[in-house]
């Protein structure tokens, strides 16, 4: 099982990124895939979930400014990110698993990360 994020930079406040994570070793159509951010001196953090149908979750800290998406014939996730702000800069990362219903953004719930990748904002 592998995945592979990419597509961080460095942007200015307001600007966009879409990160991609690649995955393989598994069938991607029967997981979900979330994207977690870490900043210095933070935790984790889950920012979004995508089941393995259409269904999609965020965190409220992104939420209407991050659109996550799949394509499984691609074996890749995204994670579009829009109206970024300097709150934003962390290392991103995908994982893969099958969190419970009320845990879909608790990074425990995932088994393989990819080995993310750095967005850094500034104002």
């Known amino acids: 099982v592998q995945l592979q994020a990419s597509g961080g930079g460095s942007v200015q406040a307001g600007g966009s990124l879409k990160l991609s994570c690649a995955t393989s070793?598994?069938?991607?159509?029967?997981?979900?895939i979330g994207w977690f951010r870490q900043a210095p001196g933070k935790e984790r953090e889950g920012i979004s979930h995508?089941?393995?149908?259409?269904?999609?979750y965020y965190a409220d800290s992104v939420k209407g400014r991050f659109t996550i998406s799949r394509d499984n014939a691609k074996r890749t996730v995204y994670l579009q990110m829009n109206s970024l702000k300097p709150e934003d800069t962390a290392v991103y990362y995908c994982?893969?698993?099958?969190?419970?219903?009320?845990?879909?953004?608790?990074?425990?719930?995932?088994?393989?990360w990819g080995q993310g990748t750095l967005v850094t904002v500034s104002s």
């Open positions: 994982a893969v698993g099958r969190p419970v219903a009320s845990a879909r953004l608790t990074p425990s719930m995932y088994h393989y």
């Open positions: 995508i089941r393995t149908g259409t269904g999609t």
């Open positions: 070793g598994f069938r991607l159509v029967d997981y979900g």
